[in-house]
C-alpha cells in the first residue's frame, strides 16, 4: 500500500523526457524471513514504484543502502548446518535482485547498487570481496583509500569494474536521440571501522577511521570522507551541470546532512545506519532514510524535461506489514524459505508465565535505553550457563546493540538464530574478571551519561542481578540531585534476593563482552580490561545451551518482569 508521497515540484508534468525509478531499502541485518513480505510489497506496487520502467528513456535502480548482511560468521542452522548466516544471506541477496529483474522484464535498464554497511563487514573484507565477485550488483566505495585497500582496488580495476567511487549511467530522451541525461550515483560508508570491525579489515582501509561511534563524530572528522564525494561531484556537475547527483550514505541522518550542507549539489540522500524512518528537503537535497529490518522500502522517481532538467524529484513510502499475509504464503519467496529450511521454520519454543499462561519477550528499540524484560531474561539465562563454568560469577552484562531479536511462543531455530546477531563472531568472545564496587559504578555511570546523550546510538548496557536507576543518574548529570552516582546502581543480595546498595569496596565477578573491553574510545574499558580472562564463549553459545537444557520450554517469573532500569 502507498503510504505518501512528496515532491520537489508540484507542477504536473504532461510529457515524458527521461526518468530514474529508485526502490530503495537498508539495514535489512540479515531478516530472511521477512524477505517475503518485502518482495511482495514490490510485487503489488510495482506500478508505483517502477514508472514505465521498459521504456528506452527509463533507468531503473534497485538501492541497498548498507546492512543488507550482519554476522556473517555465524552458524547455527538445522537443515544446512555447514552454512552460515552470510551463506544464506547471501542466496537470498541474489533472489531478491533477480526477483526485481523478472518482474522489471529483460528489456528493462536495470542495475543494482550497493553501499556497504558496517555490518556488511561484520566477516571482514574477505567476505565483502566474496559477496562482490558472486553477486550482479555494483559496489559504491566513493570514500575508501583505494590506495591503502588492495581488495577494491583490484576490483575497481577490472575491465567492467563492479566498484568505483562513482557510477554515472547514460538515458536517452525520448524524443531527441542527440541528447542524453545523466545521473550519478556515490556512496558513502560509516568509516569507523576501527569502532564497529577492529581488526577485521586487513586489505580496505577508509578515509577517517578511527575508534568513535557514529554519535560522537563532528564535522571535522569526516573531512576526508567530505572531500571524496565532493571532488567525485564537483567533476560530475562541472562536465554535466544538469546532471542528477545521488548519495547512498550509510553514515545516519546527522552525518548525511553534514554532507549535505558541504555538497549541495547532492539531489537525492538516501540514507541508512540509524534505522529512521525520515525524510527531509533542504535546498535542492532530498533526504530519505530507510528504516530497517524490511519494515518499509521507498520508491523515488527523478523526471528528467525536455530542457535536460532535473524537474521533479516523487518519492513513496510502502510499508510491508500492510502486505496481506494470506497472499505471502503462496509467494514463490515464501515457498523458497519453505523448501530450504523447513526444519529451522518449525516452531521450538514454548514460553509462558508462572500462571501458564502464554507470554511474549518482545525486542523493540526501547531496549537500548529503558528497562527490558527481553534483557533481563537473557541476562539471567546467560549467567546461569556461565555458572556451570564459573559456579562464582555475580553478573553478566550484555549490551544492548548486540540483541537484535526476540523471543515468543512457537519461536523457531531462525528467530532465535537472530537474538544475538548484534555482534560479530569474530568478536564475540566474552570475557570474566573481577572489579570492585566502585570500578563497577563507574563503568556503569559511564555507560548511562553515554546513553543519556543518545539513547538509542550510545546503547545501554544491560546487567543481570543489578538495578541501575537511570533516571537519578539523569537528575545527577544535570544537577538537580546532590545525590552520588553510586546511589543510583544497586546490587541483589544472594541470600535475600532484593536488591541493596553497592559495597564499593567488595569485589564483584562479572562477564563482559570482548567487543566492549577492547574499546579505546571510553575510559572504564582500559582501566579494568587486564582484570579479565577469556570464557571461550559466545553469548550466542551460552543461551542456546540454556535453551537447550530447558528442552526449549521456557517459564517467565518475577525475576524477568522486575525493573531493572529505573
Do not use: C
Request: aromatic fraction near 8%; charged fraction near 25%.
Amino acid at each position: 500500500m502507498k503510504i505518501n508521497s512528496v515532491s520537489n515540484n508540484t507542477s504536473v508534468v504532461n510529457f515524458k523526457a527521461a526518468d530514474v525509478n529508485i526502490l530503495a531499502t537498508s539495514d535489512n541485518h540479515g531478516n530472511v524471513l521477512s524477505l517475503p513480505k518485502f518482495v511482495k510489497t514490490i510485487d503489488a506496487n510495482q506500478d508505483d514504484i517502477f514508472v514505465k520502467p521498459d521504456a528506452p528513456s527509463t533507468l531503473n535502480i534497485f538501492a541497498i543502502a548498507g546492512d543488507w548482511f550482519i554476522n556473517p560468521s555465524k552458524k547455527g542452522f538445522i537443515t544446512k548446518p555447514s552454512l552460515s548466516n552470510g551463506d544464506i544471506q547471501l542466496r537470498f541477496l541474489k533472489k531478491t535482485i533477480d526477483f526485481v529483474h523478472k518482474l522489471l522484464g529483460k528489456d528493462a535498464n536495470y542495475d543494482t547498487l550497493f553501499e556497504m554497511g558496517n555490518h556488511d563487514l561484520d566477516g571482514g573484507d574477505k567476505f565483502m570481496y566474496k559477496v562482490i565477485k558472486s553477486t550482479p550488483m555494483k559496489v559504491l566505495s566513493t570514500n575508501i583509500d583505494y590506495e591503502k585497500s588492495p581488495i577494491i582496488k583490484s576490483l575497481s580495476e577490472e575491465e567492467n569494474p563492479k566498484v568505483a567511487k562513482s557510477f554515472v549511467y547514460e538515458i536517452p530522451d525520448d524524443k531527441d536521440p542527440s541528447r542524453i541525461h545523466k545521473v550519478m550515483f556515490v556512496g558513502a560508508t560509516i568509516p569507523t571501522m576501527d569502532f564497529y570491525n577492529p581488526g577485521l579489515l586487513t586489505d580496505m582501509s577508509f578515509y577517517d577511521n578511527g575508534n568513535k561511534k557514529d554519535s560522537g563524530l563532528k564535522e571535522e572528522n569526516i573531512q576526508g570522507t567530505i572531500s571524496a564525494i565532493k571532488a567525485e561531484v564537483d567533476k560530475f556537475k562541472e562536465e554535466n551541470p544538469q546532471g542528477a547527483v545521488v548519495l547512498l550514505s550509510h553514515m545516519g541522518n546527522r552525518l548525511s546532512k553534514i554532507i549535505r550542507d558541504n555538497v549541495p549539489q547532492i539531489n537525492v540522500i538516501l540514507n541508512g545506519h540509524d534505522h529512521k524512518s525520515f525524510t527531509s528537503l533542504k535546498g535542492k537535497t532530498n533526504i530519505n532514510s530507510l528504516g530497517q529490518d524490511n519494515e518499509m522500502l521507498k520508491s523515488l522517481n527523478l523526471h528528467f524535461n525536455d530542457d535536460g532538467d532535473l524537474e521533479t524529484i516523487d518519492m513513496n513510502t510502502f510499508f510491508t506489514d500492510l502486505t496481506l499475509t494470506d497472499e505471502i504464503s503462496k509467494h514463490p519467496f515464501q515457498t523458497f524459505i519453505k523448501e530450504n529450511f523447513a526444519s529451522d521454520m518449525a516452531p521450538i519454543v514454548s514460553l509462558r508465565d508462572l500462571s501458564g499462561s502464554v507470554f511474549e519477550l518482545d525486542y523493540g528499540n526501547e531496549i537500548r535505553y529503558s528497562n527490558s524484560y527481553l534483557a533481563n531474561y537473557l541476562t539471567s539465562a546467560v549467567k546461569r550457563s556461565v555458572r556451570e563454568i564459573e559456579p562464582d560469577v555475580f553478573s553478566v552484562a550484555i549490551q544492548s546493540s548486540i540483541i537484535r531479536g526476540g523471543i515468543k511462543q512457537g519461536a523457531s531455530n531462525l528467530d532465535l538464530m537472530k537474538v544475538f546477531d548484534g555482534v560479530s563472531e569474530n568478536l564475540s568472545n566474552l570475557q570474566i574478571g573481577n572489579v570492585t564496587g566502585e570500578e563497577l559504578v563507574g563503568l556503569i555511570t559511564e555507560n548511562i551519561q553515554a546513553n543519556l546523550k543518545a539513547p538509542t546510538r550510545n546503547t545501554i548496557i544491560h546487567w543481570s542481578d543489578v538495578q541501575i536507576d537511570r533516571t537519578l543518574m539523569e537528575k545527577i548529570q544535570n544537577g538537580k540531585s546532590k545525590k552520588s552516582y553510586k546511589d543510583a546502581v544497586k546490587v541483589r543480595n544472594q541470600k535475600t534476593k532484593t536488591f541493596e546498595p553497592i559495597d564499593l569496596k567488595k569485589d564483584y565477578r562479572i562477564v563482559l563482552p570482548e567487543k566492549y573491553l577492547v574499546k579505546n574510545d571510553i575510559e572504564w574499558p582500559s582501566r579494568i580490561r587486564h582484570k579479565f580472562d577469556s570464557l571461550n564463549h559466545t553469548y550466542d553459545e551460552l543461551f542456546r545451551q540454556y535453551l537447550y537444557n530447558l528442552d526449549y520450554s521456557l517459564t517467565i517469573t518475577p525475576k524477568t518482569k522486575e525493573q531493572r532500569i529505573l
